[in-house]
C-alpha cells in the first residue's frame, strides 16, 4: 500500500508504507519533515476497512479452532478424573488449573465460531467430526479410546503417573497444531486466532516443564514436588 503526503512548497514526497512498524514510523518522518500533518496509527476499524479485499481469516484458522475445542474437551475430562481417582496434592492443583482454563478457552473458541458464522462443534472429548467422516478425528496428541480407558482404570500413583505422561503427549499435541497454523499461508492473521495460539504455546510448553519435573519428583520418590 502507498501512502501520499500533499504537495508542498513545489514538492511531491511519496512514501512507500508497508505492514512492519519500522516502515511506519519512517514515513511519520518523512511526513514530518515535509510539513505534512503526522497522522495517528489507524484504528481497528480502519485496518478492516483498509484489508477489506483479504479474508479476515482462513479455512486454516477454523481448522484449527474447530479442532482446538474437541482437544481442550478431551483435557478437561482427563483433569476432572483427579478427585476420584485419588491424585496427589500436586496433580491435583495442576488438574483444576487446566480444567478451569481450558474450558475458557473451550467458550471462547465456539464464541469465535458462531460469530463467523462457522460451524460450532459441541465439546467432544473423542475428537472433532469432520464433514463426510462417520467417526471423530483425534487431532495431534489426543489420547486413543484405549489409553482413555487405562488412565480411567488407574488410581493413585498410578493415576499420577499416567496422567502426568498422557497430557504431556496431549500437551505437545497441542503445540504441534499451533506449528501447523503458523505454517499454513496466510492464517493466524485474526488477532484473536494469533493471541490464543500463542498463548496455547506458551501455556502448554511451560506446563510440560512442571510435568516433566513432577515426574522426575515422583521417580525420586516424592508425590507433591
Known sequence: MTRSIPLTAGLLAAVAITACGSSIQQSTSTAAQSGAPVRAPRTPAERA???????????????????????????????????????????????????????????????????????????????????????????PGMLTPEQMSQLDRARGPEFDRLFLTFMIQHHLGAITMVEELMGSNGAAQDDAVFKFASDVNADQTTEIDRMNLMLGAMASGSRNP
Not at 96 to 115: C, G, H, N, P, S
Request: aromatic share 6%; charged share 20%; proline share 8%.
Open 49 to 139: 476497512a483498509a484489508d477489506s479485499g483479504r479474508p479476515p481469516y482462513t479455512a486454516a484458522d477454523v481448522h484449527f479452532i474447530s479442532g482446538m475445542i474437541g482437544h481442550h474437551a478431551q483435557a478437561v475430562v482427563m483433569a476432572n478424573w483427579a478427585p476420584t481417582h485419588g491424585a496427589s496434592a500436586s496433580v491435583r492443583t495442576l488438574c483444576e488449573r487446566i480444567a478451569v482454563a481450558q474450558t475458557d478457552e473451550i467458550k471462547f473458541m465456539q464464541r469465535w465460531l458462531r460469530e463467523r458464522h462457522e460451524t460450532v462443534p459441541e465439546a467432544d472429548p473423542n475428537g472433532h467430526m469432520m464433514p463426510g467422516m462417520d467417526h471423530p478425528m483425534l487431532m
